[in-house]
T-cell receptor
Framework: AQTVTQSQPEMSVQEAETVTLSCTYDTSESDYYLFWYKQPPSRQMILVIRQEAYKQQNATENRFSVNFQKAAKSFSLKISDSQLGDAAMYFCAYRSRGGADGLTFGKGTHLIIQP | KAGVTQTPRYLIKTRGQQVTLSCSPISGHRSVSWYQQTPGQGLQFLFEYFSETQRNKGNFPGRFSGRQFSNSRSEMNVSTLELGDSALYLC???????????????FGPGTRLTVL
């Protein structure tokens, strides 16, 4: 079975600075997808960024980018120019191409933005 | 286009009762997945329905069941409630089943179930 580990329960960053959230995963499959989801307090979970395992190029979405190291099974999220609205729980998630087990989530990282 | 809706948003039940939660997917989406979110276990996959058929199932007891209707709306049922079933139940919809890269899952606001 696949596992996703987020080793940072909580991170804090000053507004306008850059922060990196860590995620490692374990799988025996070669074709899969990785995701970062954001869950603001009392609000819906939304997709921040996705990465396809067969693509070597790291995904970017505006201020959000990932560092995908397939051999190391590492998938970190970098948030540049942090904003107050970035404060939320961030979940790293995995899904195989077949998706038989749905999304497998990490425990999450609580991101605090200091004004 | 309206997002994923879940009803009710909050629910209080007592042990031994049963409960039914509802999820309406985004128009045009045919797949609905259910997840349980608790502080201790985090987010865990319950099951996925596509075209009225259960396609995938997580590691939950048989007390947890679901179904999907022809309009893609889905219901989840938990029988003989236990204290440990207290959780936020999230529903997610997507165009089709499976983990394809463009098959993004859109989440609803969740139903907060409290079992007393």
């Amino acid at each position: 079975a696949q596992t996703v580990t987020q080793s940072q329960p909580e991170m804090s960053v000053q507004e306008a600075e850059t922060v990196t959230l860590s995620c490692t995963y374990d799988t025996s499959e070669s074709d899969y997808y990785l995701f970062w989801y954001k869950q603001p307090p009392s609000r819906q979970m939304i997709l921040v960024i996705r990465q396809e395992a067969y693509k070597q190029q790291n995904a970017t979405e505006n201020r959000f980018s990932v560092n995908f190291q397939k051999a190391a099974k590492s998938f970190s999220l970098k948030i540049s120019d942090s904003q107050l609205g970035d404060a939320a729980m961030y979940f790293c998630a995995y899904r195989s191409r077949g998706g038989a087990d749905g999304l497998t989530f990490g425990k999450g990282t609580h991101l605090i933005i200091q004004p | 286009k309206a997002g994923v809706t879940q009803t009710p948003r909050y629910l209080i039940k007592t042990r031994g009762q049963q409960v039914t939660l509802s999820c309406s997917p985004i128009s045009g989406h045919r797949s609905v997945s259910w997840y349980q979110q608790t502080p201790g276990q985090g987010l865990q996959f319950l099951f996925e329905y596509f075209s009225e058929t259960q396609r995938n199932k997580g590691n939950f007891p048989g007390r947890f069941s679901g179904r999907q209707f022809s309009n893609s709306r889905s219901e989840m049922n938990v029988s003989t409630l236990e204290l440990g079933d207290s959780a936020l139940y999230l529903c997610a919809s997507s165009l089709v089943s499976g983990g394809g890269g463009n098959n993004e899952q859109f989440f609803g606001p969740g139903t907060r179930l409290t079992v007393l």
